[in-house]
């Protein structure tokens, strides 16, 4: 129960908080959204120091670079600081997928389909698990490159329409496409990945080895 409402909690988080943002944007009340995010990434930097009596490096840079250039913004009456956790997030992201495609390592897809299927997958599954894994990498990527490239050199809406409207807009549709795909590829070698499967490893631990993001190296 406590886990659907996280879920639950969390997915509202995300549609909300971008939405809300673009609104005062296009009403030119984005200072109004640059305060909300410094308030949060305040309260973040303080409930770290409360748990651990330390704000090290790991886990609160984010938040840090949110007030350092928040606070620059609010002199310079700009609000650059809006597209940092967004192209922060989705550069990470990327570095995150990308890293497992090195040679010592099990790409992310592959890892999610193993988990679902057992370690036995046809050698057609796992490159195609590799090639999903890559085209999700360089997508992060790409939408960090833009983003930050709309941020720097374009009108503040550009960037808004952009991060916080085509991307939640394109996305689905490219899980969609791709989901499309492997089911139809996948069922040819007996390891489709259904909605029903993909939430059940979603429910996996991440203290489990065999979660997605707990490791890559193999075994």
Not at 39 to 50: D, I, P
Not at 52 to 61: C, D, H, P, R, W
Request: positive net charge.
């Amino acid at each position: 129960m406590r886990a659907g409402v996280l879920v639950i909690t969390t997915i509202a988080g995300l549609l909300l908080y971008p939405l809300a943002t673009h609104f005062l944007i296009l009403i030119n009340a984005e200072h109004f959204a640059l305060i909300g995010l410094m308030g949060l990434s305040a309260l973040a930097v303080t409930w770290r120091w409360w748990k651990q009596k330390s704000i090290a490096l790991g886990g609160v840079e984010l938040y840090l670079i949110v007030l350092i250039v928040g606070t620059i913004n609010l002199f310079t009456l700009s609000a650059q600081a809006l597209s940092v956790p967004f192209v922060v997030v989705n550069f990470m992201l990327a570095i995150f997928v990308l890293r497992s495609l090195e040679p010592a390592r099990v790409p992310v897809f592959e890892r999610i389909v193993r988990l679902a299927h057992g370690e036995n997958l046809p050698a057609r599954v796992c490159r195609l698990a590799r090639l999903f894994t890559r085209i999700w990498g360089w997508y992060f990527m790409l939408v960090a490159a833009v983003s930050l490239t709309l941020a720097l050199v374009a009108p503040l809406a550009w960037w808004s329409w952009f991060s916080n409207i085509g991307y939640f807009v394109v996305t689905p549709l490219v899980v969609g496409v791709m989901h499309v795909y492997q089911v139809t590829v996948f069922r040819r070698h007996g390891v489709a990945m259904t909605w029903r499967e993909l939430l059940r490893v979603a429910k996996t631990p991440v203290s489990d080895p065999r979660h997605p993001l707990s490791g890559f190296r193999r075994g």
